[in-house]
Nanobody, 122 residues
């Protein structure tokens, strides 16, 4: 009853830019934190950036100054602008949302998108 759908991944050369978008849909009362995580082959999933409902942001050290997270609350959407991309940014990127659902059992739940591949060539 709730879905997160990502778009915007792809192949880019080092130094290039990509913009990821994630839209939440379904029976939603509200969305708390939203964020982006990534998982490279053979590695654990890690936080890239997150944003709270009031707009406070948090970034991984490796992405500070290069990535910008933002959200459009009216559209239940979170965006990730990625600039100055490096080969080490190559991974599957997952959208996450902590969502107050509109169906029983009511309350907050964590949802994940299906993932979008980002590949940065050197």
């Amino acid at each position: 009853q709730v879905q997160l759908v990502e778009s915007g991944g792809g192949l880019v050369q080092a130094g290039g830019s990509l913009r990821l978008s994630c839209a939440a849909s379904g029976s939603i009362f509200g969305i708390n934190d939203m964020g982006w995580y990534r998982q490279a082959p053979g590695k654990q999933r890690e936080l890239v950036a997150s944003i709270s409902s009031d707009g406070s942001t948090n970034y991984a050290e490796s992405t500070k100054g290069r990535f910008t997270i933002s959200r459009e609350n009216a559209k239940n959407t979170v965006l990730l602008q990625m600039n100055s991309l490096k080969p080490e940014d190559t991974a599957v990127y997952y959208c996450h949302g902590n969502i107050r659902v509109g169906f029983p059992p009511f309350g907050r739940r964590d949802y994940w998108g299906q993932g979008t591949q980002v590949t940065v060539s050197s």
